[in-house]
């Protein structure tokens, strides 16, 4: 596609249950990131995908979360038992190479309101 | 592990001040560096980078910063400001090969 895409946009979720966010990244783009950008804050590392390479797993809060990659296509960003903390802007990201020197480009983000 | 500092959280300008936005890292190796912009009601995107050469690059909309290496520093900076400009600014950090790493952002309002 011509951006990377993410869904949905929006989402409103009862407190313990699961939740799934998914990514669609750039054609082509090896590297794949998801970050959390929580009200009037950064943003904070989730994970990073690169290849074929074991996935940069240090920046996730807790086991409730959890992300795959299949190939370079498709991520999806799994919360269980989702907790009011949760509550934040996903934001997900991909680049051409492995080095960080290629600039990362952005999806729109899923909100995530959990009630 | 790398950290990056964003010392200005909301920054207050009126139309035509200079701006100046301060970003320090915390890593002694080869990096690069970014200057992300993320625009009312739009997703981040790229202002301007710095991976080597001229210390000073130069972005889009009349923003360039400075690689400062003995300083750890990659400050933004723009002569004269507009209404338009009013925005979020995020300085990130990576290493040749690894991940990008943000720092918590400065707010900036520009008043007309």
């Known amino acids: 596609g011509a951006g990377v895409s993410q869904s949905p946009s929006n989402k409103v979720t009862e407190k313990g249950k699961d939740v799934e966010l998914r990514c669609d990244p750039i054609s082509g783009h090896t590297a794949l990131y998801w970050y959390r950008q929580r009200l009037g804050q950064g943003l904070e590392f989730l994970i990073y995908f690169q290849g074929n390479s074991a996935p940069d797993k240090s920046g996730l809060p807790s086991d409730r979360f959890s992300a795959e990659r299949t190939g370079e296509s498709v991520s999806t960003l799994t919360i269980q038992r989702t907790q009011q903390e949760d509550s934040a802007v996903y934001l997900c990201?991909?680049?051409?190479?492995?080095?960080?020197?290629?600039?990362?480009?952005f999806g729109q983000g899923t909100r995530l309101t959990v009630v | 592990a790398q950290s990056v500092s964003q010392h200005n959280h909301h920054v207050i300008l009126s139309e035509a001040a200079s701006l100046e936005l301060g970003c320090n890292y915390s890593y002694g190796g080869t990096v690069n560096l970014f200057w992300y912009v993320q625009y009312p009601g739009q997703h981040l995107q790229l202002l301007l980078k710095y991976f080597s050469g001229d210390p000073l690059v130069k972005g889009i909309k009349g923003f360039e910063a400075e690689f400062i290496k003995s300083k750890f520093s990659f400050n933004l900076r723009k002569p004269s400001v507009q209404w338009s400009d009013t925005a979020e600014y995020f300085c990130a950090v990576s290493l040749l090969t690894d991940k990008l790493i943000f720092g918590t952002g400065t707010r900036l309002q520009v008043f007309p």
């Open positions: 990201a991909s680049s051409l190479e492995a080095s960080g020197g290629t600039e990362a480009f």
